[in-house]
């Protein structure tokens, strides 16, 4: 079965830490994506990288940072946390086939007090 | 830039009725368009995509470019049908960067 690894599933960081949220893929998938997901506000797209130590800014980059060292591992980084950055954090991974699906870990809730 | 818009966030139906989630986008080319569900305390995860042209678990979906819709219809609702859904537009060569919709949560009532 495919699968998309994040590495917590609840975290609590007080303000103003660097938090690091981990991702991991093992279909081999070019593609991987970083969304939050919010009450009343679906899923809104963060960060993306298309290749190793490649990324792209999505819709809602500032306060985030990305690394993509390895193609099955990409992170994303709270450079300094802050309360609005409390949400649910979904990584999926996709191939680079014209209407492929992307495969969804089961998300990390963050809280930031 | 594309844009999904969901207009219902809950919908709440009875079992054995019919159920019809809305979807509408805007985007001038040719859009890949999905339906992802997520059941409660599982993962997001694809439900059909429009160019698969597929019934899945009893749901269809049909691209209507003139109406620029993307509805998720049932005509018959189980209480296992009861999730958040939502509806993702995927546009460019390199598939996967999704514009998703705000969500719509169905409840299917015993």
């Known amino acids: 079965d495919v699968k998309v690894t994040q590495s917590s599933r609840y975290l609590v960081k007080r303000t103003g830490e660097k938090v690091f949220l981990e991702c991991v893929q093992d279909?081999?998938?070019?593609?991987m994506f970083w969304y939050r997901q919010d009450p009343g506000l679906g899923l809104r797209l963060i960060y993306f990288?298309?290749?190793?130590?490649?990324?792209e800014k999505g819709d809602i980059p500032e306060g985030y940072s990305v690394s993509r060292e390895k193609k099955e591992r990409f992170s994303l980084i709270l450079e300094s946390a802050s309360t609005n950055q409390t949400s649910m954090y979904l990584c999926?991974?996709?191939?680079?086939?014209?209407?492929?699906?992307?495969?969804f870990g089961s998300g990390t809730q963050l809280s930031v007090l | 830039a594309q844009r999904v818009t969901q207009p219902e966030k809950l919908l709440s139906v009875f079992k054995g009725a019919p159920v019809e989630l809305k979807c509408n986008y805007s985007?001038?080319?040719?859009?890949?368009l999905f339906w992802y569900v997520q059941y409660s305390r599982q993962r997001l995860q694809l439900l059909l995509r429009?160019?698969s042209r597929e019934s899945i678990k009893g749901f269809t979906a049909d691209l209507n470019k003139g109406e620029t819709s993307f509805h998720l219809k049932k005509p018959f609702a189980q209480e296992e049908d009861s999730a958040m859904y939502y509806c993702?537009?995927?546009?460019?060569?390199?598939?996967?960067?999704?514009?998703f919709g705000d969500g719509t949560t169905l409840t299917v009532k015993p």
């Open positions: 279909m081999d998938h070019e593609n």
């Open positions: 993702a537009l995927s546009v460019g060569t390199n598939a996967g960067k999704s514009t």
């Open positions: 985007y001038s080319g040719s859009p890949e």
């Open positions: 990288s298309y290749d190793v130590k490649m990324k």
């Open positions: 429009h160019i």
């Open positions: 999926a991974s996709s191939g680079t086939v014209i209407s492929e699906k992307l495969f």
